[in-house]
């Protein structure tokens, strides 16, 4: 049996989850499938699929293949593509993984726009405070606020925000503003905690950096959590500028404590560290690369 059908079937079944779906996808039988991989197990030596009833799911062994195939086969189709016309359509599945609220406010207003340029490209946005492992949750593009962990991932910087301290002005209304960040254990401050910063937030004076322990009535793991919170009127949140970047342009929002916080967080493209970066993720990333730039 022809090896590339086998990791077509391969990577067919693992990125729409069964072998009907993969039929599905590809155009072939379920039965041309299913003799596809069994031909292509039987070829390596191990079992790639754990098949039940109800699902199938990778082995260890077939998620490493997995990992290592994938790249090859998009490459392959990246240069069919560049040879064959300039004008080539792109198609197929991109999974971009973003936070939560910056990919609401930043991030899904732009995916419109992508779909427009490229109707038959497939966008699977996977909106998440957690930083997403690429490899693992098959990613192909990361768009990051502040640092990156991956030392060996490929990073495109193409923005920066500042961190600001803000309110609702109806709170600052009736307990009054913070003149210095010591004035903070006065106030209610509510705590995003899936971030560096969690219940102790940095500032800057002519001394130098320091940070201040804060503490109020409401703490999550979800910054849409602490801005609706901030938004109401309830406390006193620490953000990056875009996370509140449209509301700050009314009268509601302000900011305070400007002189005492300079830090900047990068806004970053990551491709995890691949060989072989397909040409639907490059055009992708190009596109968000010039949106983004514009935008932020």
Same mark, same amino acid.
């Given at each position: 049996?022809?090896?590339?059908?086998?990791?077509?079937?391969?990577?067919?079944?693992?990125?729409?989850?069964?072998?009907?779906?993969?039929?599905?996808?590809?155009?072939?039988?379920?039965?041309?499938?299913?003799?596809?991989?069994?031909?292509?197990?039987?070829?390596?030596?191990?079992?790639?699929?754990?098949?039940?009833?109800?699902?199938?799911?990778?082995?260890?062994?077939?998620?490493? /293949?997995?990992?290592?195939?994938?790249?090859?086969?998009?490459?392959?189709?990246?240069?069919?593509?560049?040879?064959?016309?300039?004008?080539?359509?792109?198609?197929?599945?991109?999974?971009?993984?973003?936070?939560?609220?910056?990919?609401?406010?930043?991030?899904?207003?732009?995916?419109?726009?992508?779909?427009?340029? /490229?109707?038959?490209?497939?966008?699977?946005?996977?909106?998440?405070?957690?930083?997403?492992?690429?490899?693992?949750?098959?990613?192909?593009?990361?768009?990051?606020?502040?640092?990156?962990?991956?030392?060996?991932?490929?990073?495109?910087?193409?923005?920066?925000?500042?961190?600001?301290?803000?309110?609702?002005?109806?709170?600052?209304?009736?307990?009054?503003?913070?003149?210095?960040?010591?004035?903070?254990?006065?106030?209610?401050?509510?705590? /995003?905690?899936?971030?560096?910063?969690?219940?102790?937030?940095?500032?800057?004076?002519?001394?130098?950096?320091?940070?201040?322990?804060?503490?109020?009535?409401?703490?999550?793991?979800?910054?849409?959590?602490?801005?609706?919170?901030?938004?109401?009127?309830?406390?006193?949140?620490?953000?990056?500028?875009?996370?509140?970047?449209?509301?700050?342009?009314?009268?509601?929002?302000?900011?305070?404590?400007?002189?005492?916080?300079?830090?900047?967080?990068?806004?970053?493209?990551?491709?995890?560290?691949?060989?072989?970066?397909?040409?639907?993720?490059?055009?992708?990333?190009? /596109?968000?690369?010039?949106?983004?730039?514009?935008?932020?």
């Amino acid at each position: 049996m022809d090896r590339f059908q086998e990791l077509s079937a391969f990577i067919a079944v693992v990125e729409t989850g069964g072998f009907s779906a993969a039929a599905r996808r590809t155009g072939d039988s379920q039965s041309t499938i299913s003799k596809s991989v069994g031909a292509l197990e039987k070829r390596l030596g191990v079992i790639l699929f754990r098949r039940n009833t109800r699902s199938v799911t990778l082995t260890d062994e077939g998620q490493r /293949y997995y990992q290592r195939a994938k790249p090859l086969l998009d490459e392959i189709d990246s240069v069919d593509s560049e040879m064959t016309s300039l004008t080539a359509k792109v198609a197929g599945q991109v999974r971009i993984a973003v936070a939560a609220t910056f990919g609401r406010l930043h991030i899904l207003p732009l995916v419109p726009g992508l779909l427009k340029l /490229y109707p038959e490209l497939e966008v699977g946005l996977v909106l998440s405070d957690s930083v997403r492992d690429m490899v693992d949750d098959r990613i192909d593009l990361a768009i990051r606020v502040g640092t990156v962990s991956e030392l060996d991932s490929v990073v495109r910087k193409v923005a920066t925000t500042k961190l600001v301290c803000a309110g609702a002005r109806k709170y600052f209304d009736k307990h009054g503003i913070p003149a210095t960040p010591a004035d903070l254990s006065h106030h209610n401050c509510l705590v /995003y905690e899936g971030g560096s910063t969690g219940g102790v937030w940095p500032f800057i004076d002519s001394q130098g950096k320091y940070s201040v322990p804060v503490s109020g009535n409401l703490k999550s793991n979800s910054v849409e959590t602490i801005r609706a919170g901030v938004l109401a009127g309830v406390g006193i949140g620490m953000f990056t500028h875009l996370s509140l970047a449209n509301e700050l342009r009314h009268f509601d929002i302000v900011t305070v404590l400007d002189d005492f916080l300079q830090e900047t967080l990068d806004v970053s493209l990551i491709w995890p560290n691949r060989r072989f970066v397909s040409s639907r993720v490059r055009l992708v990333t190009d /596109y968000f690369d010039a949106a983004l730039r514009k935008s932020t």
